[in-house]
């Protein structure tokens, strides 16, 4: 089970460099649809009590919502928005994978004192990478101009916290888990109407120009 989770730790940390690194909006989309896959696996190797039938349902549903209804909620809100790339962020692409670096150092100092509260089971890895994660959702919301990508932004973020959730929680974190998914939910839902009406009154979706708006 640790082999599974080191490879899992792996995939999530390529993930991250890849967003930071990818100016395709699509990739980005398929990438975080990927997390969601990794995330569930996550979840069912980690669950404290056993793949019971409510870890199994939950577990699923999140990698339905987070893998197949918000990607395809993102990939509407590109075709009606009419954008392929991130053209010009306001940290370059290879500026990015280099932050992205010394993020992930600065996570695995932080994160050193929480590892010995992690159960045996969960790889040693997985908590600095939960906090990689977090920052890396955080960082591609400050950095990027387009709306779309700061919504995936939003969810690279909760993906963090769900790793973060599943490595230290004990008892019962699909119900915390649940909250979370909901307002992910419906904070992805909202994004997507804001970006259609964004684009259909200023035919772009830089959110940094709607800041030179006058009453």
Not at 24 to 47: D, E
Not at 162 to 186: C, R
Not at 200 to 210: A, G, M, P, Q, S
Request: charged share 15%.
């Amino acid at each position: 089970m640790e082999v599974v989770s080191d490879i899992l730790v792996v995939l999530l940390l390529l993930s991250n460099l890849y967003l930071l690194a990818a100016s395709r909006i699509t990739a980005c989309i398929q990438t975080v649809a990927l997390q969601a896959v990794v995330l569930g696996v996550i979840a069912l190797t980690s669950a404290a009590g056993g793949l019971t039938l409510v870890v199994v349902s939950v577990t699923l549903a999140t990698m339905a919502v987070k893998g197949l209804v918000l990607p395809w909620l993102l990939r509407r809100a590109i075709r009606g928005a009419d954008v392929a790339r991130e053209v010009e962020p306001f940290v370059g692409f290879t500026t990015s994978v280099l932050v992205g670096a010394g993020l992930l150092v600065i996570s695995v100092v932080v994160a050193e004192p929480l590892c010995s509260s992690a159960p045996a089971d969960v790889s040693a890895m997985m908590i600095p990478t939960s906090l990689f994660t977090i920052l890396t959702g955080l960082f591609i919301v400050v950095t990027r101009r387009k709306a779309l990508n700061q919504a995936l932004g939003y969810l690279v973020l909760e993906n963090g916290v769900y790793v973060f959730g599943s490595s230290l929680a004990i008892e019962e974190p699909f119900l915390v888990e649940l909250g979370i998914l909901l307002d992910v939910f419906v904070a992805v839902f909202v994004m997507g109407i804001i970006i259609f009406q964004i684009n259909r009154e200023f035919d772009h979706i830089d959110t940094d120009k709607l800041s030179v708006l006058k009453d």
